[in-house]
């Protein structure tokens, strides 16, 4: 691997560790040391007032200067190895001191290259993770984009359900009006044979008055004409006397014959009374026989009526049955053998 393509991973490994010192660590001295030493131990890069200042952003500029300074002089210490014995030479100790120095260098070396190989290693076992996370990844997009797809099929299936399901509502609909409108033509021709039942009775009831009336004035007739003629056997009978008595009576013939003019005229006027009154009741028993022409066309009038609408009920029960079967699937309709009402048919 690269520098190049080590740097962005380097930088969040850092900032990553930066910041859990920033929890860790709050006195800003401190803060800025351990810094030093995780930049120069872990990392081994230098560290400098600019780098630390970028990485903590604490204190002033001159914090990170002076804490930088204590770092290098406190390094320095550790590195001078001191060999202080009493029966050795100066120059032997030196050349000890220089010894024990370039072991520790040599130790420090070896561990310098420990740790970059644990960091080679570390940076594959980081390329390795990052090759599975871009796996799971792409796992993770084609199983989100199948997701999608089935979310889309069953919304598709939802909306074609929500389809059908509006389809069947219609249907529903449709065979609940028509079964209402049947429902109301029932109702209709319930109350049309109500009213042809209580028209019947009524027709029946003036009928029979009607009839009681005619039969009534028939019996005014009868007894007016019976009466007529005992008046007129009566005015016979005293024409007969008057002419027995003309005989015997000559003598008061005009007398008689005036009585008799005047029984004639009052006769005359009674038979035209009579005729009148036969007039009447002939007269009054031919608006009755009209009124009962014309009460047996508004029966007719009504049987017409009854069977449109009986004819109308059963084309609304044809209607009502070709909805429930349209609505139950698409099948081969039985034929509906329709009854044919002839206006005028009485029931």
Not at 235 to 245: D, H, I, M, N, Y
Request: glycine letters at 4%; charged letters at 30%.
């Amino acid at each position: 691997m690269t520098a190049t393509a080590e740097l962005p991973h380097l930088d969040a490994a850092l900032q990553a560790d930066v910041a859990a010192l920033r929890s860790h660590v709050t006195e800003t001295r401190a803060l800025y040391k351990e810094v030093c030493g995780l930049l120069f131990f872990r990392y081994g890069i230098t560290p400098t007032a600019n780098k630390l200042y970028g990485l903590v952003r604490k204190g002033s500029m001159g914090t990170p200067t002076e804490v930088l300074a204590q770092f290098w002089q406190a390094l320095r210490e550790k590195t001078r190895v001191k060999i202080d014995h009493p029966d050795l030479p100066e120059a032997l100790k030196q050349i000890a001191a220089e010894a024990v120095q370039t072991i520790w260098q040599s130790a420090n070396e070896a561990a310098a290259a420990e740790l970059a190989a644990l960091r080679a290693e570390t940076r594959l076992q980081a390329e390795d993770a990052r090759a599975e996370r871009d796996l799971a990844k792409a796992a993770r997009a084609a199983a989100e984009e199948e997701t999608a797809a089935v979310c889309a099929a069953l919304e598709r299936a939802r909306l074609a359900e929500s389809a059908r399901q509006d389809e069947l509502e219609a249907e529903k609909q449709a065979h609940a009006a028509s079964r209402a409108r049947h429902e109301s033509a029932q109702q209709q021709i319930a109350a049309l044979e109500r009213q042809l039942l209580e028209l019947r009775t009524q027709f029946s009831q003036e009928l029979e008055q009607m009839r009681e009336q005619v039969r009534l004035a028939q019996e005014r007739a009868s007894a007016s004409e019976r009466r007529a003629l005992r008046e007129i056997d009566q005015e016979r009978g005293v024409r007969q006397a008057a002419e027995k008595a003309a005989a015997d009576l000559r003598g008061e013939l005009a007398a008689q014959q005036g009585r008799a003019q005047q029984a004639a005229l009052e006769a005359a006027e009674d038979r035209a009374a009579l005729q009148a009154e036969r007039d009447a009741a002939a007269k009054e028993a031919g608006a009755w026989k009209q009124a009962c022409a014309e009460a047996e066309a508004a029966r007719q009038a009504l049987h017409v009526e009854l069977d449109e609408a009986r004819w109308r009920a059963e084309r609304e029960r044809a209607e009502a049955v070709a909805a429930r079967r349209l609505a139950a699937g698409p099948r081969r309709p039985p034929a509906v053998k329709r009854t044919k009402f002839k206006p005028g048919t009485i029931i």
